[in-house]
């Protein structure tokens, strides 16, 4: 009996060894990518490689929770495999149609914590990167608390980083710094890496549900942590039940070109559930914005307050004269007056104030073939907002406005919760918050443009109404100068924050000094890099920021503005180097003109472009918006020229940038 006892032992532990030396691996569809899995030593550890050499070295897996002490894993059970490849296509997008095609590996590990007993961990590996996530069999009912997520992200080599330090009081509006990615502290995401190997990283999320935003933690050596934005009481998450965690994704390429034109961010989101979305329309607006920002006018009330009717009229009459389909108000509701920031809590979002006549103004638009665009800013009071929201949005309907751009100015993590809680402005407090905010927009048929916001993770695929973004340094800087953005930053943000998705950068600032004489005090620009910034930088929604008086002084150059679209059937970036130059290539959707952004940074640069990228046997105007002779940032920035040339996809065409500068092209098919 011993005997045949121990002789099981023997078994069991062969199969427990066996278990926990399994080691599963997937290839991605065209066999650029491997990525295998293995439990060793009490950790979960994943791995990629890509044309058979290491990307990413082994890196742990899992999460811990309160209560618990870290798990140890000790095997890796039932795997499973699917393969799909299928195309859907977005309502509006860079993009019209876009193909989902991966390998899916799915495996169990086996912990030594309650919770951790069995974890089920989802691979897909795309050609051009990877993502994965987790689901936790919590039971129902009961409520946990995350406590740090332990995923670990090891590039080989030595690698340069763009980024900037997390949790700072102004969100995510900073400049990037280039540093040795093992100089990284604590990063927001997307973080982008360039390795001496010459392949290129970009880590980020995709589907943030419920969750807090990932952050990344370097440790010096250049291994990166996921850190989750914590909540009040220093934990990070709370779920109750089930639940899986956002994809956490890794872009691989070998130029920033395939980081900024892949498509994993949607693919790892959940289709449509609005289903018909055709009420929302891409396109460009003007507004009462950048004149408040240069001290013309004031979002409180009085004398000088930009939000009154006549001047309203006046923007409205401006944009069905050009063909612009949008107006921006701010400031026309009740609470702007006194340290707004400070009282939030105090705006109301269906009250005007009494300059302001709202529905004489949403029928004046109407009449002339032009919407109002909301404006919410909450100053960070959220509860006062969400209390309203129902109330408001449907206000807003019956109005006509069918897209509301939010704001959440306040420092972050002074956001105030119900219980008194101070919360950071992309915690899971606010993560729920942003999407409630779409969610009942969503039931009025209404768009939200969303500024101070929780990054984008490609939920855009699932709400198709949350159409754009800020989450970087926009426009407005140019306007305050502590310093105004150097010309660089339009040739990294394509290649950060813009892989996130859409941004509401308002571009198409014409009096790039607008009465300033200190270079940091302007933009640093010039007017043809104001135009490039429209194919560069891409949203469905786009603002023509600038004055109407600005543009009327340049109408040759305004006609670009007029005739871009904001909606794209599909888009290229040609050629870049982060922080040095981009070129961006779009189709029209629905048409057969093409546009074509190139922009520089401080450096003069003479770029040659090939034209494969039009149709064969096809001629085309080239509408040529280009810096002039003498342009530069610093000296002459409004010098531009335009010209026309007829061309074809055969031609090489010789781009020009100033210092600074940049190229607009649009690209009419000719009969």
């Known amino acids: 009996m011993y005997c045949r006892l121990a002789a099981v032992s023997l078994v069991v532990l062969a199969q427990g060894i066996a278990a926990a030396e399994a080691r599963e691996c997937a290839q991605s569809p065209g066999k650029m990518l491997e990525l295998c899995v293995d439990v060793r030593d009490g950790s979960a550890l994943y791995e990629v490689s890509r044309g058979g050499t290491q990307i990413l070295a082994p890196g742990e897996l899992g999460l811990s929770f309160e209560g618990e002490t870290a798990a140890r894993f000790t095997a890796l059970t039932n795997p499973r495999r699917n393969s799909v490849d299928t195309s859907w296509e977005q309502p509006w997008g860079e993009q019209r149609v876009i193909r989902d095609r991966h390998n899916e590996l799915v495996v169990t590990l086996a912990g030594d914590t309650p919770l951790n007993r069995a974890v089920e961990v989802t691979f897909r590996l795309f050609d051009d990167g990877i993502g994965l996530r987790y689901g936790y069999a919590v039971p129902a009912g009961q409520r946990v608390k995350v406590t740090a997520d332990r995923t670990q992200f090891r590039p080989v ?81 709370e779920k109750t039940g089930p639940f899986t965690t956002p994809w956490r994704t890794v872009l691989i390429g070998d130029s920033p070109a395939a980081l900024a034109d892949s498509r994993i961010e949607l693919n790892l989101n959940a289709p449509n559930e609005l289903g018909d979305v055709s009420w929302f329309k891409p396109g460009k607006y003007v507004g009462i914005w950048w004149e408040m920002h240069l001290n013309h006018s004031t979002w409180g009330s009085g004398y000088r307050h930009g939000a009154n009717t006549a001047n309203v009229k006046r923007y409205i009459d401006f944009a069905a004269k050009n063909g612009i389909g949008g107006v921006l108000v701010e400031g026309w509701n009740q609470g702007w007056d006194g340290d707004w920031i400070a009282n939030g809590d105090k705006f109301s979002f269906t009250k005007a104030y009494p300059d302001f006549d709202a529905p004489g103004l949403a029928a004046y638009a109407r009449d002339k073939g032009v919407k109002l665009i909301g404006h919410n800013e909450t100053g960070g009071g959220v509860e006062n907002y969400e209390a309203q929201l129902e109330d408001a949005m449907a206000m807003y309907a019956r109005l006509g406005v069918d897209v509301v751009k939010t704001g959440y100015v306040r420092h972050s993590g002074e956001i105030v919760d119900a219980a008194g809680g101070k919360q950071w402005f992309a915690g899971q407090y606010m993560v729920r918050h942003n999407l409630h905010v779409a969610e009942v927009a969503a039931k009025h048929r209404i768009a939200i443009d969303a500024h101070e916001p929780v990054k984008d993770t490609g939920l855009r695929r699932t709400w198709p109404n949350m159409v754009s973004r800020e989450g970087a340094r926009g426009q407005e800087f140019n306007a305050w100068g502590v310093p105004t953005n150097p010309p660089e930053h339009l040739t990294i943000l394509p290649f950060t924050r813009m892989l996130a998705g859409p941004m509401d950068f308002t571009p198409g600032i014409f009096d790039l000094a607008h009465g300033q004489t200190e270079l940091t005090r302007r933009v640093q620009s010039t007017l043809a890099t104001q135009l490039a910034e429209y194919v560069v930088l891409y949203s469905p929604v786009q603002m023509a920021a600038d004055l109407p008086e600005n543009y009327d002084a340049h109408s040759d150059a305004f006609q670009f503005i007029k005739d871009v679209p904001t909606d794209w059937e599909q888009s290229r970036t040609l050629q870049a180097e982060i922080g040095d130059y981009v070129v961006v290539a779009r189709q029209e959707r629905g048409g057969e003109d093409w546009y074509l952004g190139a922009i520089t940074d401080e450096n003069a640069r003479a770029l040659r472009q090939p034209l494969g990228f039009l149709a064969a046997g096809v001629r085309y105007e080239a509408q040529i918006y280009a810096d002039g002779p003498g342009a530069d940032y610093r000296t002459n920035p409004q010098a531009y020229r335009i010209e026309k040339r007829v061309v074809t996809r055969g031609d090489v065409l010789d781009l020009t940038l100033a210092a600074g500068g940049g190229t607009a092209i649009r690209f009419r098919r000719l009969p």
């Open 157 to 237: 080599g030595k690698n340069q980083a763009w980024w900037y330090q997390a949790l700072g009081q102004e969100r995510d509006e900073y400049l990037y710094t280039q540093t040795d990615a093992r100089r990284i502290t604590l990063a927001e995401t997307p973080l982008t890496l360039k390795g001496d190997n010459g392949v290129y990283l970009s880590f980020h999320e995709a589907a943030l549900i419920d969750f807090p935003s990932m952050l990344l933690a370097g440790n010096g050596t250049g291994t990166l942590t996921a850190s989750l934005m914590p909540a009040p009481d220093g934990s990070a998450a």
